[in-house]
């Protein structure tokens, strides 16, 4: 069975910094690029950072600069780091993997919360 789990998300203050990560277990974590989206009440789903197989990473305008994912694929785990947070960075952030091998098989993570208040 495959899962995705995400941890490291709470609350922040503005202009905190925040370390989410997301494990993988039951698939074959390198064959899949990897990103996170966030949602927040409202509003549509949005990709937030993208990381392929062999670490091309690509980011929303509104987080260049500020967050940073990265893979370590012998812990089969996707990080979002994420500094200068702002208020509207405030969502639910969502941990999803696409195989490169098989087309449509792709998998998301159950969200974690991320609150940035002062």
């Known amino acids: 069975q495959v899962q995705l789990v995400e941890s490291g998300g709470g609350l922040v203050q503005p202009g905190g910094s925040l370390r989410l990560s997301c494990a993988a277990s039951g698939l074959i974590f390198s064959v899949y690029n990897m990103g996170w989206y966030r949602q927040a009440p409202g509003d549509e789903r949005e990709l937030v950072a993208h990381?392929?197989?062999?670490?091309?990473?690509d980011y929303a305008d509104s987080v260049k600069g500020r967050f940073t994912i990265s893979r370590d694929n012998t812990k089969k785990t996707v990080y979002l780091e994420m500094n200068s947070l702002k208020p509207e960075d405030t969502a639910v952030y969502f941990c999803?993997?696409?195989?490169?091998?098989?087309?449509?098989?792709?998998?998301w993570g159950q969200g974690t919360q991320v609150t940035v208040s002062s």
């Open positions: 999803y993997g696409e195989s490169t091998l098989t087309p449509n098989r792709d998998y």
């Open positions: 990381i392929t197989t062999i670490g091309f990473t």
